[in-house]
C-alpha cells in the first residue's frame, strides 16, 4: 500500500491530504486552551501573592513539564499557521521557501529560550 | 444560455484594495481575518512575550523590573495589543472547534458566534486595560 505513495507517485491532493495537519493545529489548540485554564485556577488559588505567588508556580517541576509541552504545542501550532499563511499571499517560491524556513528556525529559536527560563529558576 | 447566466461577473484573484475599502466583509470574515492577524502579531512578538516571562519570574529583583517596565505607556499599550490579540484567537478559536462539530454551520449561525466571539474577546480585552491603566 505505501509503495505507490512515494516519489513522484505521492500523493499530495484527495480528502485526506492536510488532515494532519488540520487534526494537530486543533488538538495543540485544546492543549493550550486547558494550560490557560490550569494556570489562571492555580495562579487564582494560591496561598501567595505577588512575586512569590506568580514565580512559586513555575518552581514546580510539573507546571515547568506544562508549560514546555504547551509551548511545544503552540511553537506546533504557529508552524501550520504561519505555513497557510505564507502559503496564502507569498507566490514566489524563493520567497515562500525562505519564509517558511525562517519560521521554523524562529521557534524552534524560541522554544529554546523558553526551556531556558523555565529551567534556570 | 441565458443573457443573465452569460453576464454573470466572476471574481478572481480579488485584490486586497477591494477586500480592504471596497467590499462590505460580513462579521464572520472579520472575526476570521483578525484571527490571523491576531496569530501572526503573536507569533512576531514571541520573544517578547518570552522576556516578559523572563523578568517576571527569574528573581524578585527582576520581578521589579517587570512591574517598572510596564509602567512605561507604550510598553502597556503593546501588552495590551498583545492581551487583545491572544484573547480574540482565544474565541476565535473556540469558535472554529464549534463550526467543526457542525454546529452553527449556517448564515444566520455563523453571523451569532462572530458577535459572541467579538463581545467577548472586547469585554475581556476591557478588564486588562482597567488592570493596566486603571489602579
Request: positive net charge; proline residues 2%; aromatic residues 12%.
Amino acid at each position: 500500500m505505501a509503495n505507490n505513495n512515494i516519489g513522484p507517485k505521492r500523493l499530495v491532493v484527495g480528502a485526506h491530504y492536510g488532515t494532519f495537519d488540520w487534526l494537530a493545529q486543533r488538538i495543540t489548540a485544546i492543549v493550550m486552551a486547558l494550560y490557560t485554564v490550569i494556570l489562571l485556577v492555580t495562579w487564582l488559588l494560591s496561598n501567595e501573592t505577588g512575586y512569590q505567588a506568580w514565580a512559586g508556580m513555575f518552581a514546580q517541576q510539573w507546571f515547568k513539564l506544562a508549560t514546555f509541552v504547551t509551548f511545544v504545542s503552540l511553537a506546533y501550532h504557529a508552524w501550520v499557521g504561519m505555513r497557510n499563511v505564507w502559503m496564502d499571499y507569498i507566490k514566489p517560491v524563493g520567497l515562500r521557501l525562505t519564509l517558511q524556513a525562517f519560521t521554523i528556525l524562529w521557534l524552534v529559536g524560541c522554544a529554546g529560550y523558553a526551556a531556558q527560563i523555565l529551567w534556570r529558576v | 444560455m441565458s443573457e443573465a447566466a452569460k453576464k454573470r461577473p466572476q471574481f478572481r484573484n480579488i485584490h486586497i484594495t477591494d477586500l480592504a475599502f471596497n467590499y462590505r466583509m460580513p462579521l464572520a470574515a472579520k472575526v476570521s481575518i483578525l484571527h490571523r492577524i491576531s496569530g501572526v502579531a503573536i507569533f512576531i512578538f514571541l520573544p517578547f512575550i518570552l522576556y516578559l516571562l523572563d523578568l517576571s519570574i527569574t528573581s524578585e529583583g527582576s520581578y521589579e523590573r517587570f512591574r517598572g517596565l510596564l509602567e512605561h505607556p507604550l510598553a502597556k499599550i503593546v501588552v495590551l495589543g498583545l492581551a487583545w490579540g491572544y484573547l480574540h484567537h482565544f474565541c476565535a478559536g473556540i469558535r472554529h472547534l464549534v463550526l467543526d462539530t457542525h454546529t452553527s454551520n449556517t448564515k444566520e449561525g455563523a453571523r451569532t458566534t462572530a458577535i459572541i466571539t467579538l463581545v467577548v474577546s472586547l469585554a475581556l480585552t476591557a478588564v486588562v486595560a482597567v488592570k493596566l491603566f486603571g489602579a
